[in-house]
């Protein structure tokens, strides 16, 4: 049992158990729990903090097979000390950006064994874990600076569901622009129907909004001037993980050459998950009860159909247009590169890992 045993577990408890609510909360935490890490004195060398960081991680990960944003942090984080490792043998930008480049291909950073003592290593991580957290503190900020660039007045935008991101991002275009006229159609987003709660809480910002039932999203469309899409994750093909109904939001707009902007920060992107899993109800979705979408009054019925209630749509990269996040806005064509320069070698890690997700 190592010295992390505790609190890995209660963070695993509370993240499984709905006291740490919301993905944003998850990466915080999860950046704390290796900042506990990095912090402790049961390492000298990069390597013995990568390996702890390794352990938990693969310990945490099987816990919580859903929850992808923790397997993204920890990815994110081994990249991080892996840079500053690297740095710290190197002394040079120089070298920090042959590492990154390196990292593309993942052969040669590979090879290294990170075991050279480095004075000065462990506050330089330390530092670079406390900007990664004050990055994830502003990403939400950082994504509403950009819905004035992304949405023009007199704009009618369709989401579906709701998304605490999404609302943020039009009130921040309603804040900035007090005469901003755009409208919003939300799409109720059955069986949860969190689109009514999106448009209460929009109409409470005096935006301008419609609800409509999921049967209507087609009829609708011809007048949507373009679509904006929470998401759970965003795959390195520029694929998504999202609400039920996103995929049906996102064809119909497909059909009718309409836009979809989708806002996510960077630890929703994900290097662990691709289009394969998508028919994976174990690696790629989560099924809620079937109440949702089947009354069993009729017992014969219950007795004869099996009813799956899917709580994820797998959004093909078709469908998107561009990705806003928190570091800039990427063309889906660009996700790949974005996602390698985010996680580098870091994604051969996650064959140690062995997460669950992959």
Request: net charge negative; aromatic share 6%; with cysteine.
């Amino acid at each position: 049992m190592s010295q992390f045993t505790e609190i890995r577990n209660k963070l695993a408890f509370n993240i499984k158990h709905g006291n740490i609510q919301g993905s944003l909360e998850v990466a915080k935490a999860t950046a704390n729990f290796v900042d506990l890490i990095a912090s402790s004195d049961g390492w000298t060398v990069a390597s013995d903090l990568l390996k702890i960081v390794n352990d938990e991680g693969k310990k945490l990960t099987t816990a919580l097979p859903l929850h992808a944003t923790v397997a993204n942090v920890l990815l994110q984080l081994m990249h991080i000390i892996r840079a500053e490792y690297y740095y710290a043998v190197n002394q040079s930008t120089q070298a920090v950006q042959r590492f990154v480049e390196s990292c593309m291909n993942c052969e040669e950073i590979q090879e290294k064994k990170f075991s050279a003592q480095c004075p000065g290593l462990k506050d330089a991580i330390l530092d670079h874990i406390a900007e990664y957290r004050t990055e994830l503190d502003l990403s939400v900020d950082n994504i509403t600076e950009q819905a004035a660039e992304q949405i023009q007045p007199g704009e009618v935008i369709m989401t579906i569901g709701r998304s605490s991101i999404v609302a943020a991002f039009l009130q921040a275009k309603k804040a900035a622009e007090h005469l901003s006229d755009f409208q919003v159609i939300v799409a109720e987003g059955a069986p949860q129907c969190e689109g009514v709660k999106m448009a209460e809480l929009l109409a409470k910002s005096k935006i301008q909004t419609t609800l409509i039932s999921d049967t209507n999203i087609y009829s609708f469309m011809s007048r949507v001037t373009k679509v904006i899409l929470g998401t759970n994750l965003v795959l390195r093909s520029g694929g998504l993980r999202a609400l039920p109904g996103a995929h049906m939001v996102g064809l119909v707009a497909h059909e009718h050459k309409v836009p979809v902007i989708v806002v996510a920060p960077t630890y929703k992107f994900s290097s662990m998950l691709s289009e394969s899993h998508q028919s994976d109800n174990e690696t790629f979705n989560l099924l809620a009860n079937p109440k949702g979408v089947a009354k069993f009054k009729d017992g014969i019925i219950a007795s004869n159909v099996k009813v799956l209630n899917p709580m994820y749509d797998f959004v093909p990269p078709d469908y998107v247009s561009q990705v806003v996040s928190n570091i800039g806005t990427y063309g889906v064509s660009h996700m790949f590169t974005a996602i390698n320069e985010l996680y580098g070698a870091v994604e051969e890690s996650a064959k140690d890992l062995k997460m669950a997700v992959v």
